[in-house]
């Protein structure tokens, strides 16, 4: 696989991109990317549903375009309708202008197999990548562009574009792969080599982990923040593991059921006190974590994650710091006291808290503020929820739109 940046005059990349900061400004609109009336319901198929970094907006890729949506409170705050087609992947920086691009959909004009750094401030494509197959995700952070193809990564330099590492992985359909967030880590989590096995790379500090996740093949992960811990699943989709990505400890696993799923999405809270899980049954779990923040007293709930300190715990011999004395209040099988004995399904930590939805949609999870959780489908819905922390069991709907079919527009 090779990629190549487009110098052509139409999508000459700028020297050097800092990647802005406003919010979209939704400014002057060349030909291909332009405002239109609403477009009939009946005819906007949605493409895809993704999350922004710190989950408090998601964009929505449809065959006409794509529409960017506030989660709190929930309000579409952006769209561009398109007369030559839409976009199966659209990934968001934070809530700057800046996006990557990936074409999709029976009518569109945009390969797949091109990711386009789409400036809206200027209302202009900055950079172009071409590849000799489709691209499968498109992951953004401030200083990085990362493209996944089946069998290969590719991260460049988001100042200049410049290609900084390539990383072979298994075959990779789902496009799996995420990156840590905050300004003092660097890393990235993807499939390596062999099956049930992730990569991390520790660009910081030039170090690399692989670690054997599971017998199966990987289904879903996802990474803090500070991209200190990792959580995995199969394509068996009965456990999750939850890792230490310096040295490869597992650090708790718990169950989502006993029969075979497939899992849509796990997210892991910004205290990273709770761990939510969707999947093809039509149920999200929450689990408690028992993983905890370096020089808390073990009876004060976990507030945030700091990079240097989970660093420091990783730095010990012992896994004492990162995991709290008390057993959580995920429930257990009755016969959890001969663990050891009984197989793994007995002594298994279940779900905290639940919510139910239709069994033959896509659904995303990802938390909001004051114990919520957010589900955004596939089939344009937007749940907001709540749960209880102190007691758990089925979680209260607070919120529901059809977002496809609210004019939400911004005026």
């Not at 939704?26 to 609403?38: A, E, I, V, Y």
């Not at 923040?225 to 593991?241: I, N, P, Y």
């Not at 999947?279 to 240097?308: A, M, W, Y």
């Not at 808290?353 to 938390?367: G, K, R, V, W």
Request: charge should be neutral; hydrophobic fraction near 35%; charged fraction near 20%.
């Amino acid at each position: 696989m090779t990629s190549t940046l487009s110098t052509s005059p139409s999508f000459l990349p700028t020297p050097s991109i800092e990647p802005p900061q406003p919010p979209f400004s939704g400014g002057g609109d060349p030909s291909s990317f332009t405002h239109h009336d609403l477009p009939d319901i009946d005819q906007t198929e949605l493409l895809s549903v993704s999350w922004n970094q710190d989950y408090g907006c998601f964009a929505a890729g449809t065959s006409r375009g794509f529409r960017i949506y506030n989660c709190e409170p929930f309000k579409e705050t952006f769209r561009r309708d398109l007369k030559s087609g839409g976009f199966k992947i659209v990934e968001m920086l934070f809530r700057c202008n800046i996006l990557a691009l990936v074409g999709g959909g029976s009518n569109s004009q945009y390969p797949s197999n091109k990711v386009i750094i789409w400036d809206d401030h200027q209302s202009r494509c900055i950079g172009e990548f071409a590849f000799r197959s489709d691209v499968r995700a498109v992951k953004l952070r401030r200083d990085r562009i990362v493209v996944v193809l089946e069998h290969k990564i590719y991260v460049y330099s988001f100042m200049d574009l410049k290609l900084l590492h390539q990383i072979e992985t298994l075959a990779n359909p789902r496009g799996l792969c995420c990156l840590s967030h905050h300004s003092n880590t660097s890393v990235l989590a993807c499939p390596g080599l062999h099956r049930g096995q992730v990569r991390v790379e520790h660009f910081g500090l030039n170090m690399m982990k692989l670690i054997n996740a599971h017998d199966s093949h990987i289904a879903c992960l996802t990474l803090t923040l500070d991209g200190l811990l990792l959580a995995t699943a199969s394509t068996r989709g009965t456990l999750v593991r939850i890792f230490n990505t310096m040295d490869g400890t597992r650090l708790q696993e718990v169950r989502r059921g006993v029969d075979r799923a497939d899992i849509y999405s796990i997210a892991l809270s910004p205290n990273v006190q709770w761990l939510a899980v969707s999947s093809d049954k039509g149920t999200v779990h929450i689990f408690n974590l028992r993983v905890r923040v370096f020089g808390e007293d073990s009876s004060c709930q976990p507030s945030s994650v700091q990079g240097p300190a989970i660093f420091h715990q990783n730095s010990s011999t012992s896994l004492d710091s990162l995991i709290s004395p008390s057993t959580g209040a995920n429930p257990g099988s009755s016969l959890s006291f001969m663990r050891g004995v009984l197989p793994k399904y007995f002594s298994s930590e279940w779900s905290f808290a639940q919510f139910h939805l239709p069994e033959d949609t896509q659904f995303i999870a990802a938390f909001g503020s004051q114990n919520t959780v957010i589900v955004v489908g596939m089939d344009a819905s937007f749940y907001r929820c709540s749960f209880d922390p102190v007691h758990g069991g089925e979680m209260m709907q607070q919120e529901y739109v059809r977002f496809l079919k609210t004019d939400s527009r911004p005026r």
